[in-house]
């Protein structure tokens, strides 16, 4: 177990808590779960500890189904539960919409990786009313980059990047919304292990950032890491997390559906949370693919919110600012 010192933190913000209950864009029921899990886990108690103005909003109401109509039928056709995740993006929108326009730092807990489709669309279109450049930080063990026309599974989590992307297949998932796509080259995708043969080749032609783990292995966290940082300017930034489980190895994170052997390590992953914190960059967060119907005993839900504290600045030692 980790030290339960609070750090000094050079910059302390509201930390608005939003379970997003969604599991239908994966294939492995129990992500539903997720948000009940991390409030149980001590999660919110854990960041008021360090000082933090922590307010609970509750969970995202299930909305109502969209008409597959509207959709088009090649999402339809290629995409699982698409009428219901659709319906859910835009409720995830409106909702982390009106939460970043009233500043502070939004964490949406998931639910499986679908609810950034929601999230980080919300985060694109503040961040072009305010200026600002949204870089996204995709921390997982796979790049969700496969569209409808090259997915292998069919479903919609792991198409999250190409309709943030702007894909206009995968347009119609927001409705009329105000849609502000992000541009490719702001992604910066961390700790790969699996990605399909299209994705990898979609990745190169889109000019994608992927680092993967045989780097990680290669060269190690810190000097990655850094020069993700490195090249944001802290002015002009808005550094949106979007935190999958399955970048965890899964000796040490086994709940979460979307399992792959030799992912990172404890010290690892608390590293990279403690890194981002040290920068002041992180302007929100998503913590997705916690499904605790797969978990041994809480050892994944406790892990994920003890990184979570470290990432709100939770560390061993206290630590100048």
Not at 210 to 232: K, Y
Request: with cysteine.
């Amino acid at each position: 177990m980790r030290p339960e010192s609070p750090t000094h933190i050079r910059r302390r913000r509201p930390v608005h808590l939003l379970g997003v209950p969604l599991e239908r864009g994966a294939g492995t029921a129990g992500c539903v779960m997720g948000p009940a899990a991390l409030r149980t886990a001590g999660l919110p108690q854990m960041l008021r500890d360090l000082g933090h103005d922590v307010i609970d909003c509750g969970d995202v109401a299930r909305p109502a189904m969209l008409d597959a109509v509207r959709l088009g039928e090649a999402v339809t056709h290629r995409c699982n539960n698409v009428e219901e995740v659709a319906a859910w993006t835009g409720a995830i929108h409106d909702a982390a919409y009106e939460l970043l326009r009233q500043g502070g730092v939004p964490m949406f807990m998931g639910g499986d990786h679908a609810i950034s489709m929601g999230t980080v669309s919300a985060v694109a279109r503040r961040a072009e009313e305010t200026g600002k450049t949204p870089v996204v930080l995709w921390i997982d063990a796979h790049a969700d980059f496969n569209t409808p026309e090259t997915t292998p599974s069919g479903n919609l989590h792991g198409m999250a990047i190409s309709f943030l992307c702007g894909d206009p297949l995968l347009r119609p998932l927001l409705g009329n919304r105000p849609f502000v796509p992000v541009p490719p080259a702001n992604f910066r995708l961390f700790g790969q292990r699996s990605i399909d043969a299209e994705e990898r080749l979609r990745l190169r032609t889109h000019g994608i950032s992927c680092t993967d783990m045989r780097m990680i292995d290669e060269q190690g966290v810190f000097p990655l890491i850094s020069r993700v940082l490195g090249t944001l300017d802290p002015r002009r930034t808005h550094l949106h997390v979007s935190f999958d489980v399955d970048f965890v190895d899964p000796a040490i994170a086994p709940g979460t559906g979307t399992l792959v052997p030799g992912g990172a390590t404890y010290r690892e992953a608390h590293l990279i949370m403690e890194m981002l914190a040290d920068s002041g960059l992180v302007g929100s967060v998503d913590v997705v693919e916690l499904n605790p119907f797969l978990d041994e005993r809480g050892r994944s839900c406790q892990l994920v919110a003890e990184l979570v504290a470290s990432l709100f600045g939770r560390t061993v030692l206290e630590r100048a600012a």
